[in-house]
């Protein structure tokens, strides 16, 4: 089994932080996998400040845990909302992170990820929630 954590980063306009990888196609929340022996929260605030540059400075909400079995086999992602962070240096892109950026949530990408596209419904046009990513 593996586990991962995601983050759904809005700014006070109600934008939402979004990435794309160097190496997968689409728009994606940012976030990776939990190491051996690490705090779930921990591992989101690693994450996120790697590949965005975003501190959480208040303790995110719990959205939900999915399975993720479409993928991985016996992986599990859980995605937290932080609406309470800073942002002090902006990463360049990378091989790892070819671009982040806000998006309004009526102007998302074309090229945004079917389970990110879900999760964004789920959490802001109160569509009912799936259990699988």
């Known amino acids: 089994m593996t586990l ?4 759904i980063i809005t700014d006070d306009r ?7 990888h160097g190496y997968r196609p689409g728009w994606h929340f940012p976030g990776g996998g939990v190491e ?12 996120v400040q790697e590949e ?20 991985y086999p016996g992986d599990h ?7 309470h962070w800073r942002r002090d ?4 892109p990378n091989a790892e992170i070819a671009e982040h950026r806000f998006f309004d949530l ?22 009912q929630r799936s259990s699988a990513w």
């Open 4 to 7: 991962g954590v995601q983050g």
């Open 14 to 20: 109600s934008h939402v932080l979004l990435i794309r």
């Open 36 to 47: 051996h022996g690490e705090e779930v929260e921990d591992a989101l605030a690693r994450e």
């Open 52 to 71: 965005t540059g975003v501190i959480i400075t208040a303790p995110p909400r719990l959205v939900g845990i999915y399975a993720h079995f479409d993928d």
């Open 77 to 83: 992602i859980i995605l937290f909302l932080i609406d």
């Open 89 to 92: 240096v902006v990463p360049e």
């Open 106 to 127: 009526d102007d998302l990408p074309r090229q945004l990820s079917p389970g990110t596209a879900r999760r964004l419904r789920e959490v802001f046009a109160d569509v």
